[in-house]
């Protein structure tokens, strides 16, 4: 009896556990079937007063558009964008917009759309922080030179060289001319007396 109590136990197991895999199978499926409709991106063309609707799983059918709960004339429609016209002298402002292809979440979507001018500009932000210095680039090409600059001063005079070795010497000038007869001397000192000369006859 304690063998089919534990029989009983484990079959009831396996079945709620085969039944949870079912669930968890069939949620996934369901899932990936779903075709999401998407909003992406929704634009004002001020010239033609139209919304421009960009998205996913729009279909094929035309959906229904409202901004701000009013509903928009839809001018054409494809799976990933929507053209609709706006009411004149739309009010500028920001406005919820929803589009919507049958019940359920999956057939809708809804997005906040700006409309009209844009509020002021918001204080600068503070500065970041200075990056990391970045790799030195190639050296660029040599530049034109430059012109001539002017003298500058004279330096200071330089120390005296070293003697140089002596030249060798120089060809015999020619005779000069043959200079002025000079001054007559002082007499000059009695001389010894001569000789007696002989005797005559």
């Known amino acids: 009896m304690y063998r089919n109590a534990n029989c009983f136990r484990l079959a009831a ?9 079912t669930a968890i199978t069939a949620r996934a499926q369901n899932s990936s079937s ?24 729009f279909g094929t059918e035309l959906p229904v558009v409202t901004l701000a709960e009013m509903p928009l004339f839809v001018a054409s429609s494809t799976p990933t964008q929507i ?19 049958g019940n359920g979440t999956p057939k ?14 918001g204080p600068q932000g503070e500065t970041g922080s200075q990056g990391p210095q970045g790799e030195t680039g190639p050296q660029g090409p040599a530049g034109p030179q430059g012109a001539t600059g002017a003298q500058g001063d004279p330096g200071p005079q330089g120390a005296t060289g070293a003697q140089g070795p002596a030249g060798t010497q120089g060809a015999t000038g020619a005779q000069g001319e043959t200079g002025a007869p000079g001054a007559t001397g002082a007499q000059g000192p009695a001389g010894p007396q001569g000789a007696t000369g002989a005797q005559g006859e």
């Open 13 to 21: 197991l396996l079945c709620a556990l085969a039944l949870s895999l």
């Open 34 to 57: 779903t075709n999401q409709l998407e909003i992406t991106q929704a634009e004002v063309n001020t010239g033609a007063n139209q919304l421009v609707i960009t998205g996913l799983n």
């Open 83 to 101: 053209v609709v016209n706006l009411p004149v002298n739309t009010t500028a402002g920001t406005y919820l917009l929803k589009v919507s292809r």
């Open 108 to 121: 809708n979507d809804e997005a906040e759309v700006t409309i009209g001018a844009t509020g002021e500009q």
